[in-house]
Every structure is written in structure tokens, then in C-alpha cells.
């Protein structure tokens, strides 16, 4: 029993390193690449991002976004709200395109959308009783941006970037309205009839934050 135990230990010491190696090689293999600063071939982000925009009106918007990189191709997903002065609206749809991503955090991207724009209150006025028109349209568009990844030695990252972005309503629909408008004079309420345009043009100027992760 003696004789066996010290035989026995060394066994189970040398089967722990045998299945130990190929792990270890491969974080050092990966350590190596992360020092050597090569750029991964594959990664996927998630963010936000928010900024202004100048549409029927200057106004604000806030966005969520995801995105997945292979090579120089990129496609992703997004859906983001806005408002100018009365109007409001809300926006989905999806990218394709390319993306850069250098070796020292570096990131560029050019890609198309494609979309719908749901719309609520357009032309809606400053103490008037005009509601405004609702309605939806889809629409095509662009987004291009410049970002830095965080990070290099490190499978995670943040991201912190800017970007712009042309959204073009691909229908026009005209929309007409009945309200009741007080006078402001003696008070006596008037039929009134206003019309509206569903579809616009917006652009943007945007900040973008978020989580990138390397696909090794």
C-alpha cells in the first residue's frame, strides 16, 4: 500500500497536467493575440444612443441598439423615440453595411436602414386646440459613425462614439382634421379644419455608448 500511493499521486498529477495544457495554451494563445493587438474577426454590441435631430421641427431623440461584425460586414437592429415641440414619434427597423475596426480601438461604419416611423400629434400647435395628426409610413435611410473601443487586452469592451444619421419617409399622406378653437376674444368656439403631412425627412447628430464583446 506503501509503494502504491506515491505511484498513485503521481498519476493523478499527471493526468491533471495533461488536461490542464491545452487550456492553459489556448489562454496563452489568446493573451498573445490580445497583446499582439489583432483585430477579432467576429463581435456583437449592444448600446444606446441619444442626440438631436431636425425633422418637421429641431427636436431630441433616444435610442437602443445591437449589432453583429463579420469581417467588414455588419448587420443589427435598432428602435429609438423622439419629439419636436408637439410631435412625437417612435421608430424600428434594421441596418446593413460595413464596418473597420483597426488594431488600436478604431471603429467605422456606413451602413443602410430600413424601417417604419409611427407618428402622433404632426402639427400639433402652442395653445391651440388643433390635435395634430397620427399615422405611419416606412422609411430608408443611413447611419455612419466613429467609435473607440476600450480596452484592447480584454474579450470585453466600451464603447464610446458618435454618429449621424438620414432617415427619408417613403410615403406622404395628407391628413385633415376637425376641432372646435375657442376665440380668444369673446369665447364663442369655432369649427375649425387643419391638414397634415405623415413623412418627413430627418438627420441626426447622435452620442453612442455601449458593450462590445470579441467572438474568438
Given at each position: 500500500m506503501k509503494t502504491r500511493l506515491p505511484e498513485m499521486c503521481f498519476g493523478i498529477s499527471a493526468a491533471f497536467l495533461l488536461c490542464a495544457t491545452p487550456a492553459a495554451a489556448q489562454d496563452t494563445v489568446d493573451a498573445d493575440a490580445a497583446k499582439a493587438g489583432n483585430v477579432?474577426?467576429?463581435?456583437?454590441?449592444?448600446?444606446?444612443?441619444?442626440?438631436?435631430?431636425?425633422?418637421?421641427?429641431?427636436?431630441?431623440?433616444?435610442?437602443?441598439?445591437?449589432?453583429?461584425?463579420?469581417?467588414l460586414f455588419e448587420a443589427g437592429g435598432f428602435a429609438e423615440v423622439g419629439t419636436e415641440a408637439f410631435t412625437y414619434y417612435a421608430g424600428f427597423g434594421a441596418t446593413a453595411?460595413?464596418?473597420?475596426?483597426?488594431?488600436?480601438?478604431?471603429?467605422?461604419?456606413?451602413?443602410?436602414?430600413?424601417?417604419?416611423?409611427?407618428?402622433?400629434?404632426?402639427?400639433?400647435?402652442?395653445?391651440?386646440?388643433?390635435?395634430?395628426?397620427?399615422?405611419?409610413?416606412?422609411?430608408?435611410?443611413?447611419?455612419?459613425?466613429?467609435?473607440?473601443?476600450?480596452?484592447?487586452?480584454?474579450?470585453?469592451h466600451v464603447e464610446l462614439g458618435l454618429m449621424g444619421s438620414y432617415d427619408g419617409d417613403l410615403t406622404r399622406s395628407t391628413v385633415t382634421t376637425y376641432y372646435m378653437q375657442e376665440d380668444w376674444l369673446d369665447g364663442t368656439p369655432r369649427a375649425m379644419t387643419s391638414t397634415h403631412t405623415i413623412g418627413t425627412h430627418r438627420f441626426g447628430a447622435l452620442v453612442t455608448v455601449g458593450w462590445t464583446r470579441d467572438l474568438l
Open positions: 477579432p474577426s467576429r463581435d456583437v454590441a449592444v448600446g444606446a444612443y441619444t442626440g438631436i435631430f431636425e425633422g418637421y421641427n429641431r427636436g431630441g431623440m433616444l435610442g437602443i441598439q445591437a449589432r453583429y461584425r463579420l469581417g453595411g460595413l464596418a473597420w475596426r483597426t488594431s488600436f480601438g478604431l471603429r467605422l461604419v456606413a451602413c443602410g436602414a430600413l424601417g417604419i416611423h409611427a407618428y402622433e400629434n404632426v402639427g400639433a400647435r402652442f395653445l391651440s386646440a388643433d390635435p395634430g395628426a397620427d399615422g405611419s409610413t416606412p422609411f430608408a435611410g443611413a447611419r455612419v459613425g466613429a467609435s473607440y473601443i476600450f480596452g484592447r487586452r480584454s474579450q470585453n
